[in-house]
């Protein structure tokens, strides 16, 4: 399943294409672009510890020097990583098409865009060597559709210290009419909620504290009571509004039973979707924002999204590139088979983690024991692949894959403790047998 789902996103002859039709300067040689992200997919499924050790294990098969493959990999360029990601979320989009449709809002398509910056990595490069602060090797921003579960574009940024607003400016250049954008107070500027009404895209967004100026406000709606608390509304008007934008913004305020993580008891939002639309739809649209923070989460734990060894800037993109492209493919194989068990098991939640660990323990193997001409081939027809992929992913054990659900963590004030006792240490196997001696 795993090996027809990327032979579908991430054809090697389609990888190359990509690379030829979007690089500038950078161009191959001896070493095919597919080859370099092949080895890379190795490491971010956790196949392979390193680059290192990928390139190593496939020496025969690579036609340059480490050196070369390592040079080749820091020359990737951001534009050749937005167009790989983008192309394989259209290659993939059949296969989920072919199932139930799931849509949080009928008529329109959910974009939920954030930022995630990679941390710090390891002082490997002459010029890093010697600092004593962090090196942060840059950021992207993300869009994904929840309801798909694809990410569909990202933008890299080399620069750890750019401004997420200016990546955003290149997202919301694709943006379409029936679309919902959704993103947190960050992108809550006159550029970028302009730029998406510009466009005939709807948009949801957090309200700012220092918000765009506004020219008027009409008076609140009476509160309407839903699941997480009440909400409320008010017409709103920009104090520059664009000549394109011709709908009219609203203001929604959401009061909390329960605050949030940091102690906000009301989230006020700007959309500018139809009145049809009304607050308190709005308001259950916005939560779904919180699932991209699970999905970067996903990418750390899931997959090796974030390699420390990787401290050049275009190199450590192209790592969390390929982990994306890789979590794409874990989305489809995921939603196939909760929909190859949904008769027998209705309310089945695979687990991400469990899924990739089951491809880690058996992929490599199949790759070694299997010539590549007995590899299973996707073929044209998207039609009967799905077929061939639900078929198998009807062998597989839904209680081997299913989440495992678990109550809440209760939050523990660690508070201040002095050096000697943060410094401490312990016997574990003592303490165990201390607190075995005790009754409860």
């Not at 394989?88 to 009928?106: D, K």
Request: glycine share 8%; with cysteine.
């Amino acid at each position: 399943m795993a090996h027809l789902a990327l032979e579908q996103a991430l054809p090697a002859s389609w990888i190359d294409e990509v690379f030829q039709a979007h690089r500038q300067r950078q161009y191959p040689r001896e070493l095919l672009f597919s080859s370099v992200v092949e080895l890379m997919l190795l490491v971010t499924l956790g196949l392979r510890p390193s680059l290192h050790a990928a390139a190593r294990k496939m020496a025969r098969q690579l036609p340059v020097s480490l050196a070369a493959l390592y040079a080749e990999v820091q020359r990737t360029e951001p534009a050749v990583l937005r167009a790989l990601v983008q192309g394989s979320a259209r290659r993939l989009a059949p296969l989920v098409s072919g199932m139930p449709e799931r849509q949080s809002l009928p008529g329109w398509q959910l974009r939920v865009f954030d930022g995630n910056h990679l941390p710090a990595s390891e002082k490997r490069l002459g010029p890093l060597r010697g600092l004593r602060g962090a090196a942060l090797p840059g950021h992207t921003l993300v869009v994904y559709d929840p309801d798909s579960a694809l990410v569909c574009d990202i933008v890299a940024c080399e620069d750890a210290h750019e401004s997420e607003r200016t990546g955003a400016a290149a997202l919301i250049e694709q943006a379409q009419a029936q679309q919902v954008w959704i993103g947190d107070r960050h992108f809550c500027t006159r550029a970028i909620v302009q730029g998406l009404a510009e466009r005939g895209a709807g948009c949801i967004v957090r309200e700012h504290a220092r918000h765009p100026r506004l020219r008027g406000c009409g008076p609140w709606s009476e509160a309407t009571a839903i699941e997480t608390g009440g909400v409320r509304e008010q017409a709103i008007e920009l104090a520059e509004p664009h000549e394109g934008a011709l709908r009219q913004w609203r203001r929604i305020e959401l009061t909390l039973h329960t605050p949030t993580e940091s102690g906000d008891q009301a989230l006020v939002l700007w959309s500018n979707l139809p009145p049809e639309v009304d607050a308190a739809t709005i308001a259950q649209l916005y939560r779904k924002r919180w699932r991209i923070e699970g999905l970067f989460g996903r990418l750390e734990s899931v997959l090796n999204s974030e390699i420390k060894t990787l401290g050049h800037p275009r190199a450590a993109l192209l790592g969390f590139a390929v982990a994306v492209l890789a979590y794409n493919v874990l989305a489809v194989l995921k939603q196939l088979i909760e929909h190859a068990h949904r008769q027998s098991h209705p309310e089945l939640d695979v687990s991400t983690y469990h899924l990739a660990v089951d491809i880690a323990a058996d992929y490599g193997t199949m790759l070694r024991m299997l010539p590549p001409e007995q590899l299973p081939r996707p073929g044209g027809d998207v039609g009967r692949l799905l077929e061939r992929l639900l078929r198998l992913a009807s062998l597989m054990s839904p209680k081997q894959l299913a989440t495992s659900k678990r109550k809440p963590k209760v939050a523990q004030a660690k508070g201040y403790v002095g050096g000697a006792i943060a410094r401490a240490h312990f016997s574990t196997a003592r303490l165990l047998k201390k607190a075995a001696g005790k009754r409860p």
